[in-house]
């Protein structure tokens, strides 16, 4: 159970549940578990959603759910978000954005990003029906894309947590976050739940491929702004579909 509750703790506004330092390998076993946090995550959004839509309206609604969602996981993804577009479309070297990438203050690129992606998803969330299992499918596909992104591109700095996931990160984690999401994309929208792992995979890979021809790997930001765009695309179609 230790690299599920290294998942969940680092994934999440969880409590410390293990009073210790995980070990590297335990923070690359904890890959495989991405899937099921984000399906719990999920589900902690769908009670919520159908809480709210019986006591609020669809707009406000949808501006709590969205700061629940946010809320949950402490702005983790959304931080690496702001600092990846700075990096990304701020430097003229590979040198200078992985630099500008580590510097904590958000500038106009970070900060136009994360007030678009917001603004889409709040729209999107606003035509959730009460019940609606792409909110379970959403976070859990999207941290089944961090899982691929982490196994199949390379890191772009030797040292940090993300290096450590990189290394110790094996095929059987992805296995077990694949079996995880298949389970969960079935359960929630069946063959168009099965469409959108195929479009998570091409969308994973576009943004890698992107990345690696501005810095020479992946970075934590990068994993983070993969996990939020791969969910802005899923909530904008599953709000069109209506699932």
Not at 65 to 76: E, K, N, R, S, Y
Not at 108 to 122: D, N, T, W
Not at 150 to 164: H, I, K, N, Q, T
Request: proline fraction near 4%; include cysteine.
């Amino acid at each position: 159970m230790i690299p599920f509750l290294a998942a969940l703790q680092f994934l999440t506004l969880s409590p410390p549940l293990v009073k210790r330092l995980f070990t590297q390998k335990e923070l690359g076993q904890a890959a495989g578990f991405y899937p099921l946090v984000g399906a719990l995550i999920g589900a902690l959004l769908y009670a919520a959603n159908y809480g709210l839509a019986m006591i609020t309206s669809d707009a406000l609604r949808a501006a709590l759910l969205l700061a629940l969602w946010v809320l949950l996981t402490g702005a983790l993804h959304l931080d690496g978000l702001l600092d990846a577009f700075d990096g990304l479309l701020g430097g003229w070297t590979p040198e200078k954005r992985l630099e500008i990438m580590r510097d904590e203050r958000v500038g106009a690129f970070g900060l136009s990003a994360g007030v678009i992606l917001l603004l889409m998803k709040y729209a999107a969330l606003s035509g959730f029906s009460q019940s609606a299992p792409a909110l379970i499918l959403t976070p859990a596909v999207s941290r089944w894309g961090m899982s691929l992104a982490v196994y199949a591109f390379p890191y772009a700095r030797p040292e940090g947590l993300g290096s450590a996931v990189k290394t110790h990160i094996t095929w059987k984690q992805i296995a077990l976050a694949t079996l995880t999401v298949l389970v969960t994309a079935w359960f929630c929208a069946g063959w168009m739940g099965m469409i959108a792992l195929g479009g998570t995979l091409l969308l994973v890979w576009a943004i890698s491929t992107f990345v690696l021809v501005r810095i020479p790997g992946l970075t934590g930001d990068i994993y983070g702004t993969i996990n939020e765009l791969v969910e802005l695309v899923l909530v904008i179609i599953f709000a069109i579909i209506l699932i």
